[in-house]
């Protein structure tokens, strides 16, 4: 049963520069979520998807955009990329079962984001 | 901001119970407490939630105090691999298609050191 997937692994971007990051979630699950983790810190919410739309959002700018496929992958983008968004990437999948969400998230290993 | 508090740094010799302690005094009547660790270079790893009621899995026990002000997880014989950082969130069971649904809110942890 393969789980949460990410890929890369690792990215080295400049400033300015536009990404892309993607997750394929855990075999069976249909929501996703991305989080942000600065050094040192622990991860911070960016949003997160389910059925393709996005559902709740952190306090992340417009620069922070994603997309859920039919499949149930995600990717993640980030446009004109400061020094600052340089951070660990996390993507989680969970499953939505019934009317509640109380669900544990499986988080997938990262990539890890450096921007020069 | 994470609504509970935690130590920032714990030692625990190998092959003792390790107990790990979070205070969430604002914690509403529909919230649950999560446990989550991540250990170096990893992405999160889910342990254990809990309502009211004391809870034990193949990983942990979950102790919830009767005011559900604080609780204590307790790895009962940890071992070197048991070194991480834990998280304690707790979160809203959200209903499908609320506000609500998903988010983790991470604070700073607690960083488990187990020794020989």
């Known amino acids: 049963d393969a789980g949460v997937t990410q890929s890369p692994t690792h990215l080295i971007k400049t400033r300015g520069q536009q990404v892309t990051l993607r997750c394929s979630p855990k075999s069976g699950h249909d929501t996703v979520s991305w989080y942000q983790q600065a050094l040192g810190q622990g991860p911070q919410f960016i949003f997160q998807?389910?059925?393709?739309?996005?559902?709740q959002r952190g306090n992340f700018p417009d620069r922070f955009s994603g997309h859920q496929f039919p499949n149930y992958s995600s990717e993640l983008n980030v446009n004109a990329l400061l020094l600052g968004d340089s951070a660990l990437y996390l993507c989680?999948?969970?499953?939505?079962?019934?009317?509640?969400?109380?669900?544990?998230?499986?988080f997938g290993p990262g990539t890890r984001l450096t921007v020069l | 901001d994470a609504k509970t508090t935690q130590p920032p740094s714990m030692d625990c010799a190998e092959g003792r119970a390790a107990n790990l302690p979070c205070n969430h005094s604002?914690?509403?009547?529909?919230?649950?407490v999560y446990w989550y660790r991540q250990i170096h270079s990893q992405g999160p790893q889910y342990i254990i939630h809990?309502?009211?009621n004391n809870e034990t899995n193949e990983m942990a026990s979950l102790i919830i105090t009767e005011d559900r002000k604080s609780s204590t997880l307790i790895l009962p014989h940890a071992t070197l691999r048991d070194t991480a950082v834990y998280y304690c969130?707790?979160?809203?069971?959200?209903?499908?298609?609320?506000?609500?649904?998903?988010?983790?809110?991470f604070g700073q942890g607690t960083t488990l050191q187990v020794k020989p």
């Open positions: 604002t914690i509403s009547g529909n919230e649950y």
């Open positions: 969130i707790v979160r809203v069971a959200g209903s499908h298609g609320s506000s609500n649904t998903g988010k983790l809110i």
């Open positions: 809990g309502l009211k």
């Open positions: 998807y389910y059925e393709e739309e996005e559902r």
């Open positions: 989680a999948s969970s499953l939505e079962q019934g009317r509640m969400t109380y669900n544990e998230q499986f």
